[in-house]
């Protein structure tokens, strides 16, 4: 079964260093996601992209954050500037579709520790 | 905006016992709803969902989940437990991005209810 592949599965950083997290979603799928889980609290949307451009971003999708597909098949998350309250469980999704009906299909997670 | 509420962050069931994870939502248009799972250091798989077709919803690993409109519930449950089943499970609600047709969707997602199967 297709799947999307994220990379790396943890990764610690220092305060204030850039970092990234790679994505690879399913290959037919159009549309990508980036969800986040802070420890003990919700899975929450950060941003959405299609056909090259955001198509939507959350609250906490600030000027830190950028997306990028940069050849077609990654899809990857920037955070310039990191903080230790970045520190998450960081989610990439894909769909096939822009609707509902056929569901995302997630990433294993990228674990970011901040110190 | 869509939200959703698990009650009950643990729920523990002995091997064999009824499973039911409890979900409730809220939505100003009619939901489309979902369950995931996530076992340790795995990604979040989707067990079912539910697209305004049947209420019941039959999922994989013999998981079933049933949407009552009247009561905005929509209750994952399974006859009986495995060990396997162990894991966290989240109840979703799709929520439109934005009002433009065709716009597509995120995931409102709950707090999630960690399962653990005793022997």
């Known amino acids: 079964e297709p799947e999307v592949t994220q990379t790396p599965s943890h990764q610690v950083t220092q305060m204030g260093q850039e970092v990234i997290l790679r994505c690879v979603p399913i290959s037919n799928h159009l549309y990508f996601y980036w969800y986040r889980q802070i420890l003990g609290q919700k899975v929450e949307f950060l941003v959405s992209?299609?056909?090259?451009?955001?198509?939507?971003k959350s609250e906490i999708f600030d000027d830190q954050f950028s997306v990028e597909r940069p050849d077609g098949s990654n899809f990857t998350l920037k955070i310039r500037s990191t903080k230790l309250e970045d520190s998450a469980m960081y989610f990439c999704?894909?769909?096939?579709?822009?609707?509902?009906?056929?569901?995302?299909?997630f990433g294993s997670g990228t674990r970011l520790t901040v110190v | 905006a869509q939200s959703v509420t698990q009650l009950g962050s643990h729920v523990s069931v002995s091997e064999g016992a009824l499973v039911l994870l409890r979900c409730n939502y809220s939505s100003s248009v009619p939901p489309y709803l979902f369950w995931y799972v996530q076992y340790p250091n795995q990604g979040l798989q989707l067990l079912l969902k539910?697209?305004?077709?049947?209420?019941l919803v039959k999922g994989i690993n013999g998981f079933e989940a049933e949407f009552k409109k009247s009561e905005t519930s929509f209750h994952l449950t399974k006859p009986s437990a495995h060990m396997s089943d162990a894991a966290e499970y989240f109840c979703a609600v799709s929520d439109r991005l934005s009002l433009v047709p065709g716009s597509n969707y995120k995931l409102t997602f709950g707090k999630g209810t960690l399962l653990t199967v005793n022997p």
């Open positions: 992209f299609y056909n090259n451009e955001i198509s939507e």
């Open positions: 539910y697209t305004s077709a049947a209420t």
């Open positions: 999704a894909s769909s096939e579709g822009a609707g509902p009906v056929r569901g995302y299909t």
